[in-house]
């Protein structure tokens, strides 16, 4: 066995991410990472006994529409599962336009559909898992984007190696060994040009801001950032139970369009608990923290402690918090 499919085995093996006998769905866009996963999972089926059995995963891939090789992508995918004889669902959506319909990122939309239509291909085949290959390399890029956001401790934590049904085997993989994975196992995965452009915000920590920091501070940073992330997840396992116990002390209503809590009580609780009990209904409302930033959450508290009704706020384009007859609406607009 490989070292990669090594590391992959005991990062499921550790989070207890697939029971034996449980079907996967795999997320497999047609670039390194997920190429790597799916021949990891084909190759552990292989070997004999492991928490992958065969037969027990399938693929899911979404096409966005997006860039002029979207089409081919899709195409290597299948080909690829079909040479392999590997079950394979796919969805084409405009996801630009999408986006502009739902007055939303097109980041945003792209990962709302991907998750939807893996949520759909799991009901479909009675999976119960959905495997995505985020590395360690993306979890330190998103610790640098919560950190640039001024997101709480938990933003700390970075990607989460599971979260309900979601797994993340390659989570423990950096970036470089997935690359070299592919070229011994000759993948020949599709590269997404567009990584390279610095438009998007992740595309400049990746490019920029982490190799400038390899250069000129610490050549370890991935590794220095990811064990920070660990010394903060136990602290955060803590809170996260506090806010969940605060939330359900001060909530009156909750529907999938709207949050209502008790102004007085949320208004006696400490600022910390405040600011993650906001979060958590942004989440629980949206699924993401819907681009709720620091100064939004410090605004929100504000309103709440000014106690003057029929007051309200609109962080974003998808969330309306108002203040009236002693409760605190929050509110998909």
Same mark, same amino acid.
């Given at each position: 066995? $490989?070292?990669?499919?090594?590391?992959?085995?005991?990062?499921? $093996?550790?989070?207890? &991410?697939?029971?034996?006998?449980?079907?996967?769905?795999?997320?497999?866009?047609?670039?390194?990472?997920? &190429?790597?996963?799916?021949?990891?999972? &084909?190759?552990?089926?292989?070997?004999?006994?492991?928490?992958?059995?065969?037969?027990?995963?399938?693929?899911?891939?979404?096409?966005?529409?997006?860039?002029?090789?979207?089409?081919?992508?899709?195409?290597?995918?299948?080909?690829?599962?079909?040479?392999?004889?590997?079950?394979?669902?796919?969805?084409?959506?405009?996801?630009?336009? !999408?986006?502009?319909?739902?007055?939303?990122?097109?980041?945003?939309?792209?990962?709302?559909?991907?998750?939807?239509?893996?949520?759909?291909?799991?009901?479909?085949?009675?999976?119960?898992?959905?495997?995505?290959?985020?590395?360690?390399?993306?979890?330190?890029?998103?610790?640098? !984007?919560?950190?640039? /956001?001024?997101?709480?401790?938990?933003? !700390?934590?970075?990607?989460?190696?599971?979260?309900?049904?979601?797994?993340?085997?390659?989570?423990?993989?950096?970036?470089?060994?997935?690359?070299?994975?592919?070229?011994?196992?000759?993948?020949?995965? /599709?590269?997404?040009?567009?990584?390279?452009?610095?438009?998007?915000?992740?595309?400049?920590?990746?490019?920029?801001?982490?190799?400038?920091?390899?250069?000129?501070?610490?050549?370890?940073?991935?590794?220095?950032?990811?064990?920070?992330?660990?010394?903060?997840?136990?602290?955060?396992?803590?809170?996260?139970?506090?806010? /969940?116990?605060?939330?359900?002390?001060? !909530?009156?209503?909750?529907?999938?369009?709207?949050?209502?809590?008790?102004?007085?009580?949320?208004?006696?609780?400490?600022?910390?608990?405040?600011?993650?009990?906001?979060?958590?209904?942004?989440?629980?409302?949206?699924?993401?923290?819907?681009?709720?930033?620091?100064?939004?959450?410090?605004?929100?508290?504000?309103?709440?402690?000014?106690?003057?009704?029929?007051?309200?706020?609109?962080?974003?384009?998808?969330?309306?918090?108002?203040?009236?007859?002693?409760?605190?609406?929050?509110?998909?607009?």
């Amino acid at each position: 066995m $490989q070292k990669l499919e090594e590391k992959v085995l005991k990062t499921i $093996q550790t989070n207890q &991410m697939i029971e034996t006998g449980e079907k996967t769905v795999l997320g497999v866009s047609g670039g390194p990472d997920s &190429m790597c996963m799916l021949k990891v999972f &084909m190759n552990l089926c292989q070997k004999g006994p492991s928490p992958v059995a065969p037969s027990d995963f399938l693929v899911a891939h979404v096409n966005h529409q997006l860039r002029q090789e979207a089409d081919e992508e899709e195409q290597y995918v299948r080909e690829f599962c079909e040479k392999n004889g590997i079950e394979f669902f796919s969805k084409r959506i405009d996801v630009e336009n !999408l986006a502009h319909t739902n007055k939303i990122g097109t980041e945003e939309a792209g990962r709302k559909v991907r998750y939807e239509f893996f949520e759909e291909v799991l009901k479909k085949t009675k999976a119960t898992k959905i495997a995505v290959a985020h590395n360690k390399n993306d979890k330190i890029e998103t610790i640098f !984007l919560h950190m640039l /956001r001024g997101s709480g401790i938990e933003g !700390l934590q970075g990607i989460a190696p599971k979260r309900g049904k979601i797994i993340r085997p390659l989570i423990e993989c950096e970036r470089e060994e997935i690359e070299q994975y592919c070229k011994e196992n000759k993948l020949e995965p /599709r590269i997404d040009q567009s990584n390279f452009e610095n438009v998007y915000h992740r595309n400049k920590v990746r490019n920029i801001v982490v190799p400038y920091i390899q250069k000129e501070f610490n050549p370890n940073i991935i590794q220095t950032i990811d064990r920070l992330s660990e010394l903060v997840e136990a602290e955060n396992q803590y809170m996260e139970e506090q806010t /969940r116990k605060a939330y359900q002390e001060i !909530l009156l209503k909750e529907t999938k369009q709207e949050v209502i809590v008790d102004l007085k009580k949320f208004n006696l609780l400490e600022n910390v608990i405040k600011s993650r009990v906001i979060r958590y209904i942004i989440k629980g409302l949206f699924g993401w923290v819907a681009s709720i930033e620091k100064i939004h959450i410090e605004d929100i508290i504000k309103l709440c402690g000014n106690n003057i009704g029929n007051k309200y706020l609109t962080p974003n384009k998808n969330v309306k918090v108002l203040v009236k007859n002693h409760c605190v609406y929050f509110k998909k607009s």
